[in-house]
Each structure stands twice: as structure tokens, then as C-alpha cells.
């Protein structure tokens, strides 16, 4: 997993700043820079967490390129907050952080759609482009990404920049499994296949 550059921090604030700019939107742009750079190489460890307090998924605005596999409450407006999707959706969520010029998650992506086409009753996929914060993509790229793959599974952005720290995102793709109380049970950075997804999903969600 990749580290700010501490050297790189004080280069930067050690300098007059534009009063145009602020000290947090520079550290923002370094973050981003940092991810960007590094987040799409091949990872010989991929991590996985247990989280073992069960924290609450941090809540933010999704607006969602397809709703098709939404319930039929949430897929009335293509604009939601997570806690109402998984409120409202009765299947435990699997959410994927990606970015439309990521080679991993553009390789992972047909796993997710096989999943989905033979699991979709049970779990719940949605997909996050978050390529604009990460300097990996725009959300048109991510889009014509989603066209190309005949992705069905719902999909879409967010326009909260803070979703990279609140959800510690050091690496692409990166994924979450969210049970029905809206509470992280397991995080795992990397790309997954459909059989690792589902191993995660029984190991997490099918205990009993």
C-alpha cells in the first residue's frame, strides 16, 4: 500500500501559499497525487481487514450512472446516500471503489458482472468511480468504461473529494462489504476475482 511522503508535506507547507488556495486543498492535491501515481501498479500483497469494532460505513452522496439493479425504492432517483440504499436494500452490499483508467479494476469488473448475474438476489454490488479525486479518469471516461463492459450492476460517482480519507483509500480498486446495519465488516484492497468475492462474502455475511 502506498505512503504520503512526509519530505513531500513539509516541501509544500513550508512555502507561502496563494491566498487563493488553501493549505487543505493543497494537501488534498499532494494525496491525490500520491494515489494516483502508485494506486493502479501490481500490489505483491493485497491486504484484507477484519474489522473487528464493526465501525459504521462512512455515509456520502452517490450519483449512480445505472440503477437497474437497485430496489425499487432507491432506484427512483439516481441520487441517494449510501445509508439509504443499504436502508432501503434488504442484501448485504459489496461497494467498489474504482477509477475509469485503472487497469485492475477494469480487470476485475467482469467478475463483478458474472457475480451479479448469478448472485444478484443475495448481495448487493455498487460501483464507485472516484477517478476524478485520484487523477485516474473523469467520470465520462468511467462511463464510456461502464458502456464498453456492459456493466449492469449499479454504478455511479460521488462529489465529496473527503470519501479518499474517510474510507482510507491507498490503493485501486478497493473494496467493502457492508452488512444490513450499514456497518463494515471487511475491507480488502486489490483486485478480486468472482471466486475470491464470494469466498469474502461467505466468510462475512453466510456465517451461519
Not at 452517490?62 to 440503477?67: A, C, L, M, P, V
Not at 439509504?84 to 474504482?98: A, E, G, H, I, S
Not at 458474472?114 to 485520484?134: K, M, R, T
Request: proline share 6%; glycine share 6%.
Amino acid at each position: 500500500m502506498f505512503r504520503l511522503n512526509t519530505r513531500l508535506r513539509l516541501h509544500l507547507v513550508a512555502k507561502p501559499l496563494p491566498t487563493c488556495i488553501s493549505p487543505r486543498t493543497i494537501l488534498l492535491l499532494a494525496l491525490s497525487m500520491v494515489l494516483a501515481l502508485g494506486a493502479c501498479s501490481v500490489q505483491a500483497k493485497k491486504q484484507i481487514e477484519a474489522n473487528e469494532g464493526y465501525p459504521s460505513a462512512p455515509d456520502f452522496h452517490i450519483e449512480f450512472y445505472e440503477t437497474e439493479g437497485l430496489n425499487s425504492l432507491t432506484k427512483l432517483n439516481s441520487h441517494a446516500l449510501l445509508s439509504q440504499v443499504v436502508k432501503l436494500d434488504d442484501r448485504p452490499v459489496l461497494l467498489n471503489f474504482w477509477a475509469g483508467l485503472c487497469p485492475p479494476c477494469k480487470a476485475e469488473m467482469p467478475d463483478f458482472q458474472s457475480l451479479w448475474a448469478d448472485h444478484n438476489e443475495n448481495y448487493l454490488i455498487i460501483g464507485i468511480d472516484i477517478g476524478p479525486f485520484v487523477l485516474l479518469g473523469t467520470r465520462e471516461e468511467g462511463m464510456q468504461l461502464i458502456t464498453d463492459l456492459r456493466i449492469t450492476y449499479p454504478v455511479g460517482t460521488t462529489y465529496s473529494p473527503e470519501i479518499v480519507q474517510n474510507y482510507e483509500l491507498t490503493g485501486m480498486p478497493t473494496t467493502f462489504i457492508i452488512d444490513n446495519d450499514g456497518l463494515i465488516i471487511k475491507r480488502y484492497a486489490g483486485m478480486l476475482t468472482k471466486e475470491r468475492t464470494l469466498q469474502l462474502l461467505n466468510e462475512s455475511v453466510n456465517k451461519d
